[in-house]
């Protein structure tokens, strides 16, 4: 019975599938802890006072539009803060205010023109500077923010708040030395602070330094006590990347029960429970993934791998259908379509998609495996042997394709040239060397070449104890050579090995005939 593991065991021809399970990117799973990112969220939109000297008809717009951010109903305190900037055109508030009211709608490069604006007419106010820097972040402007945070960190040394933003836009930026140097500082200045571990723990993921990840982790789970939701779910990801997958369970158990809900989280918990091979709790963690973001096209990925493992291949189409009509050029997404298609057999769809994948990513070795073996059984051997040879081109160690190719030119009774592909399997000591000697043992026995087929048998066994056939060939060589007993104990280790009952009563029959 065939495991559930990512990548799947090779039988004859036909057998290697790739089921590779996307990871999300690094710095994108979760959310940045909030002081180690602009935000632009309603919470960060601050009315300030407003000064009594202000006619009463701008007094009123300025209440109106406190009202209406008060409500969360953003274009209407827009058109107030407007109206109000019309009758006081250097009011300063009113272009601040509006410009959190601009962020607040993700309208970036209104609000950046407004709080410039805020800035001249206030000759560099320390929060609208700062203000001005998040918005740079917000929009990548990262050289930007950090010339901001670095004029106000000149301005008061002491605001370690700004050394963490400023951090946070050197690892945007890709200066992880500057970022490492910036939090390292937070962290001596407050060893307290929950956030500033987590941030340099991102920096440490970037890095591949996940030990040092898992400690600070660790730390700011110590530090945040019941609001470690984050900092539990960024550890659980570490744990399952280095393969700890009880530990990784765990965490984000405890992440969801200090009320983390977010679809990677989820897709992550997915991920471990495939590794596993629990493969209905993959599905279901898939699916609440799902529920809260259903515009990720990995997840769905994800889940038509788990239908592919449970054989519901019109299910896994579906979602890699909706994989691609997200995000059209990603290569990985047809191959997997096409292996479902293949599994489904729907050949001429799955050679298809293997042509769209090529397409997009000619390097990708799987795709020209997959292809090869889809050529292979729809008898198209010439295209089949063309496609595993381009494999064996892109990648010498690709031992399938060694042992594809040469089962093809078997067929095709090309020995001379399937023995030189199942040689190079056996001489660089590949994974499947047992089933190269099972096959060169296979030729040898054409050829009537009955000891090194009994020796190469003999080889094929001690490696592949479990591969049946070559139990069943090697009792027939051992019947060639009248060693009767050898023959029996063979064809009694392949009856318990072997699931296919008209090939169990094949060597029934011979058993019973040795045994008579």
């Given at each position: ?86 009758l006081v055109p250097d009011h300063t508030p009113a272009y601040s205010q509006r410009s959190k009211a601009y962020m607040a709608l993700r309208l970036y490069k209104l609000a950046i023109e407004d709080i410039n604006t805020a800035i ?24 930007k923010a950090i010339e901001d945070y670095t004029e106000l960190i000149d301005q008061n040394p002491g605001g370690i708040e700004i050394y963490s933003k400023r951090a946070i836009a050197y690892m945007q930026s890709g200066d992880n ?190 795709n020209y495996q997959s292809r090869a073996n889809a050529y292979a059984q729809n008898h198209q051997t010439d295209l089949a042997i063309q496609d595993y040879s381009m494999v064996i081109e892109l990648d010498s160690e690709y031992s ?117």
């Amino acid at each position: 019975m065939q495991t559930f593991k990512i990548k799947a065991i090779p039988t004859i021809v036909t057998a290697v599938i790739s089921l590779v399970i996307i990871a999300s990117v690094l710095l994108s799973l979760l959310p940045p802890p909030k002081e180690a990112q602009a935000s632009d969220t309603s919470a960060d939109v601050v009315v300030t006072s407003t000064a009594t000297s202000l006619p009463l008809d701008v007094l009123m717009l300025l209440s109106q539009a406190e009202q209406a951010i008060g409500e969360k109903n953003y274009s209407k305190a827009i058109e107030a803060y407007s109206k109000v900037i019309e009758l006081v055109p250097d009011h300063t508030p009113a272009y601040s205010q509006r410009s959190k009211a601009y962020m607040a709608l993700r309208l970036y490069k209104l609000a950046i023109e407004d709080i410039n604006t805020a800035i001249e007419l206030s000759n560099e106010n320390d929060q609208l500077l700062e203000q001005r820097a998040d918005l740079y972040v917000l929009t990548n402007d990262h050289a930007k923010a950090i010339e901001d945070y670095t004029e106000l960190i000149d301005q008061n040394p002491g605001g370690i708040e700004i050394y963490s933003k400023r951090a946070i836009a050197y690892m945007q930026s890709g200066d992880n030395n500057r970022a490492l140097a910036d939090l390292d500082h937070v962290i001596l200045n407050a060893p307290n602070e929950a956030n500033a571990y987590i941030n340099r723990a991102l920096l440490f993921e970037r890095l591949n330094k996940l030990e040092e990840a898992l400690t600070d982790y660790t730390r700011a789970i110590e530090l945040a006590g019941s609001t470690a939701g984050n900092a539990y779910a960024r550890r659980g990801m570490i744990y399952s990347r280095l393969n700890k997958l009880t530990e990784a369970l765990d965490d984000f158990e405890h992440a969801i029960d200090q009320g983390t809900e977010d679809a990677t989280l989820y897709n992550e918990r997915g991920l471990v429970y495939s590794k596993l091979g629990q493969a209905e709790q993959a599905l279901a963690n898939f699916n609440k993934a799902l529920m809260l973001d259903s515009q990720n096209p990995n997840i769905y990925y994800n889940r038509g791998v788990i239908y592919i493992y449970l054989k519901n291949y019109p299910l896994a189409i579906a979602d890699y259908d909706q994989a691609i009509q997200l995000d059209p050029n990603n290569a990985l997404y047809y191959s997997n379509r096409g292996i479902a298609r293949y599994r489904n057999n729907q050949l001429d769809q799955a050679l298809a998609d293997y042509d769209l994948a090529i397409k997009l990513d000619p390097e990708y070795v799987l795709n020209y495996q997959s292809r090869a073996n889809a050529y292979a059984q729809n008898h198209q051997t010439d295209l089949a042997i063309q496609d595993y040879s381009m494999v064996i081109e892109l990648d010498s160690e690709y031992s399938e394709a060694y042992y594809n190719r040469g089962v093809l030119y078997y067929q095709l009774k090309k020995f001379d040239l399937a023995l030189t592909d199942f040689n190079t399997i056996i001489e660089k000591e590949m994974p499947n060397m047992g089933q190269a000697f099972y096959m060169r043992a296979i030729i040898e026995i054409v050829r009537q070449q009955y000891t090194p087929a009994l020796n190469d048998l003999t080889s094929a066994i001690e490696r592949d104890a479990q591969f049946a056939s070559s139990y069943y060939t090697r009792a027939l060589v051992y019947k060639w050579f009248g060693k009767r007993s050898e023959a029996v104990a063979d064809l009694k280790q392949y009856i318990q090995l072997e699931t296919d009952p008209n090939l169990l009563k094949q060597a029934e029959e011979l058993l019973d005939g040795l045994d008579g």
